[in-house]
Nanobody
Framework: QMQLVESGGGLVQPGGSLRLSCAAS????????VGWFRQAPGKEREGVSC????????FYEEPVKGRFTISRDNAKNTVYLHMNSLKPEDTAVYYC??????????????????????WGQGTQVTVSS
């Protein structure tokens, strides 16, 4: 049974950067799509980005496009979210989640939030001066 653990959150000033990590255990992450989601206080959990079988198969929601980069290191069984030019509205608990790919060519953006069946516990990101 796969387990996911996020790390790397913290307090950062506007314009700053953070790198979140999503470390998988119990199963190899090679054949899973991994998504990053976030939930701000009083708001629903929303998608941020996802990655398919390779680092060329990625998707970003509009609010983070051009600022965030998702990548995977299968040798370390870890997926990363590099966040640059952070804004106060990026403040949220960030979660990673995984779903087994139907095939290595499946585009991760085709999966909805409710289809992801393995979730981490979340890591807090606070952007404030």
């Amino acid at each position: 049974q796969m387990q996911l653990v996020e790390s790397g959150g913290g307090l950062v000033q506007p314009g700053g950067s953070l790198r979140l990590s999503c470390a998988a255990s119990g199963s190899t992450v090679d054949y899973y799509a991994v998504g990053w989601f976030r939930q701000a206080p009083g708001k629903e959990r929303e998608g941020v980005s996802c990655i398919g079988n390779s680092n060329t198969s990625t998707f970003y929601e509009e609010p983070v496009k051009g600022r965030f980069t998702i990548s995977r290191d299968n040798a370390k069984n870890t997926v990363y979210l590099h966040m640059n030019s952070l804004k106060p509205e990026d403040t949220a608990v960030y979660y990673c989640a995984a779903i087994m790919l139907e095939s290595v060519l499946t585009y991760c953006a085709g999966y909805t939030k409710n289809q992801y069946d393995v979730w981490g516990q979340g890591t807090q990101v606070t952007v404030s001066s």
